[in-house]
């Protein structure tokens, strides 16, 4: 039957008032005070040459690349990570061939936590949201018949530890394949104060996350050139509740420390090349454009001025966006399908280096295939039929999205300064100022969605009943794992560990260890440990031990007999 | 009413979206409700326990990774060893059609998803509290 929904209530009398639901806002997303209009009166303090500038000319507000996307595309990214590592290899081949070129990898919430399938506390979320990638095996099942070259690869994890243990997984797979390692491709997030004050990540103590990130980011500047170790993310601070503002002010504070860090090592800005970050595209439209344009000026300024970068590329931060999946609704879903493809208009007009949209059915569950083709399908769309690539920056010039860009430069230059002024970005996160600041600003969202001054609609403004395209959405989503799988899994790794060679894996637990205590690089020692069979919990576990902590992050479970063993030796 | 109605929020696993929790930890509160979060992180033993030892009239449980009738049918067990099967048990989060029925079969006495209004858990819970007076 084809009725239509709303035919239930056409019996009633309707009455028609002009100029209901009008604007309920004055202000941006982030409670930027906007006007009905702008003009060149805007724009008098804004030099075109030394604030706006050509697109591949510093300080590269208008985009990286003189003809932008006319050359070359944005990266089209997901990440896909399923149940099962089959699912995953299958589900990442099928959107290769659609058009996918960007593979992002993502695993369990356990393995994310630091924990292997056999811990207890693995249990209730093992296989959700991901792979359980308790090791190198289930990363060559995942991997398999995928090309490892001429691939860009990113590993999205939540935390530290994964970054460096799942970058050592593609080196060691490509060395086992005889491929270099020079080759690969790709980026990580390994963002230490995301880890923590989003995640409160329970793995390692922001300490170690500090300085495995830059053992990590020296390491891979030396020996995978192509890979980008460290790309702040501003994503989940944002969905956590943090403004545009102090999206984009955070994560050129993390590249600040990152640099900094860096340069107590004995190196400089223009070894390490072009800042990889990744944020968040929002629901405001122009708010979202613009803070792509102005976070690419912040940092050309800060590289230039603060660190006195002598290359372009130094200078330059590309950006890998993840449109927001805080706003997809679980009522009528399909309007997800608007919210998305807005998002993804935004990113482009901004300029943005690679796009991980997020599926219309993301607020039910895990993305079904369907809503990922739509993703890649919209990006076609924008691309092929509305032609908005064709010309680089497209909304340069404009009064209104010039205006904001440079206030956006403005507050976020301010933002800078007072993080600063309070010691440093991790200065910031101890003191629990960061958490604070998102704390606050979620509850001020909360309140104008309570008091209709923020609408979204279906959810607290035109709300209406769901016809059979809406519940087909929601019915399609994908399922979590069941018990018993999750058990087949527990008994996978156990038997993994029981088989492995102990005299070849004992002496890679030492030599972790003993890196770790040392304060040398742990990096070469977390590979030759992979390479040999060590899981992403024992890694965890004997860097734990290393800095004199308990192996276990929950203290549930005490440190393995056989790891006690091997480790015997070490004073 | 002799006291005022408490709710514990419980988030159980390795599941890391805090949001929803904190969310409904500031609408409750702002509705009048004593309100303790366990925080991310925790065990079914251990905010049942919480619940208890708060001796709670709800405990509502938030999870985003989709297992919420897995972690549901553990924590409702865990009450009734408790002897405390009298504690309602809520859930909030990620959850299919399919999960709801089965969540309502267990004994979950409401199951609010994503974008669920803040207001229709506090009438809900509201509402609740009346019941259980009459009781």
Not at chain 1, 30 to 42: G, L, Q
Not at chain 1, 550 to 561: A, V
Request: glycine share 8%.
């Amino acid at each position: 039957m084809n009725s239509c929904n709303s035919c239930n209530e056409t019996n009633k009398k309707v009455e028609l008032d002009r100029d209901k639901d009008g604007l309920v806002r004055d202000a941006t997303q982030s409670h930027i005070k906007v006007k009905p209009m702008y003009n060149p009166d805007d724009l008098k303090d804004i030099d075109y040459d030394k604030d706006i500038a050509n697109p591949g000319s510093y300080p590269f507000t208008r985009g990286l690349y003189s003809t932008m996307y006319r050359d070359r595309l944005w990266l089209k990214s997901f990440i896909v990570s399923y149940a099962t590592p089959e699912e995953t290899n299958k589900a990442f081949k099928s959107y290769i061939l659609n058009g996918m070129n960007d593979l992002r990898l993502l695993a369990d919430l356990p393995t994310q936590s630091g924990i292997d399938p056999d811990h207890p506390q693995a249990w209730n979320s093992m296989m959700c949201g991901g792979v359980a990638t308790y090791a190198m095996n289930v990363y060559e099942k995942m991997l398999e018949d995928m090309p490892l070259e001429g691939v860009t690869y990113e590993t999205a994890h939540q935390n530290v530890s994964c970054s460096i243990y799942f970058h050592a997984c593609l080196v060691a797979i490509m060395d086992k394949s005889g491929l270099s390692p020079k080759k690969l491709r790709g980026s990580g997030i390994c963002d230490p104060i995301r880890a923590k004050l989003v995640y409160a990540s329970p793995d390692w103590t922001t300490e170690i996350n500090r300085r495995v990130c830059m053992d990590h980011v020296e390491y891979t500047m030396k020996n995978t050139p192509k890979w980008k170790a460290a790309a702040p993310n501003g994503v989940d601070p944002c969905q956590g509740g943090m403004t545009a503002i102090h999206e984009i002010g955070g994560v050129v504070a993390v590249a600040i420390a990152i640099i900094e860090d860096l340069e107590k090592r004995g190196m400089t800005i223009d070894d390490y090349g072009s800042m990889v970050v990744s944020l968040d595209a929002e629901s405001d439209f122009f708010e979202t454009i613009t803070k792509f344009r102005a976070i690419r000026k912040v940092w050309a300024k800060v590289a230039k001025e603060r660190f006195h970068a002598k290359t372009d590329k130094a200078m330059m931060m590309k950006i890998g966006i993840r449109t927001s999946g805080l706003s997809l609704q679980m009522q009528k879903p399909l309007n997800n399908a608007a919210r998305v493809t807005l998002q993804i208009l935004s990113s482009v007009l901004g300029g943005v280096n690679s796009i991980d949209a997020s599926s219309i059915d993301e607020a039910i569950g895990l993305p079904s295939h369907d809503a990922r083709m739509f993703n890649l399908d919209t990006q076609h769309i924008i691309t092929h039929e509305a032609n908005i690539p064709l010309v680089a920056d497209p909304l340069g010039g404009s009064y209104y999205i010039e205006w904001l860009t440079s206030k956006f430069q403005k507050d976020c230059e301010e933002y800078l300064a007072e993080i600063d002024e309070r010691g440093g970005i991790y200065e910031c996160l101890e003191s629990g100022w960061l958490a604070n600041l998102m704390e606050q600003n979620r509850l001020k969202i909360q309140r104008e969605k309570t008091e209709g001054k923020r609408l979204l609609v279906g959810v607290n403004s035109f709300q209406g009943e769901e016809g059979p395209i809406n519940q087909a959405i929601s019915n399609c989503a994908y399922k979590v794992p069941s018990e018993e799988m999750r058990q087949q899994r527990v008994e996978e790794v156990i038997a993994y560990k029981k088989n492995r060679d102990y005299s070849k894996l004992n002496p890679c637990f030492v030599r972790l260890y003993e890196d770790t205590k040392s304060g040398a690089n742990i990096s070469e020692s977390v590979i030759n440990g992979v390479k040999a069979g060590m899981t992403i919990g024992e890694m965890c576990g004997i860097v734990r031990l290393g800095y004199g902590i308990s192996y276990d992050p929950f203290e549930m479970c005490p440190t393995p007999n056989y790891v006690e063993e091997s480790l015997k030796e070490c004073e | 009413m002799s006291r005022k109605t408490k709710v514990v929020i419980g988030k159980v696993g390795c599941d890391i979206h805090e949001r929803g929790a904190l969310t409904m930890l500031n609408v409750l509160r702002d509705a009048g409700m004593e309100v303790v979060y366990t925080g991310r992180y925790q065990t079914e033993e251990g905010v049942a326990n919480v619940a208890v030892s708060e001796d709670a009239d709800v405990l509502a449980i938030s999870d985003l990774s989709g297992s919420l009738v897995i972690i549901c049918k553990k924590v409702i067990n865990e009450l009734k060893r408790l002897n405390a099967a009298d504690i309602k048990v809520i859930a909030g989060g990620l959850m299919t059609k399919d999960d709801i029925e089965e969540l309502t079969a267990m004994g979950v006495v409401a199951s609010f998803g994503t974008g669920s209004s803040f207001n229709d858990s506090v009438v809900f819970i509201e509402k609740l509290m009346v019941e259980k007076e009459k009781e």
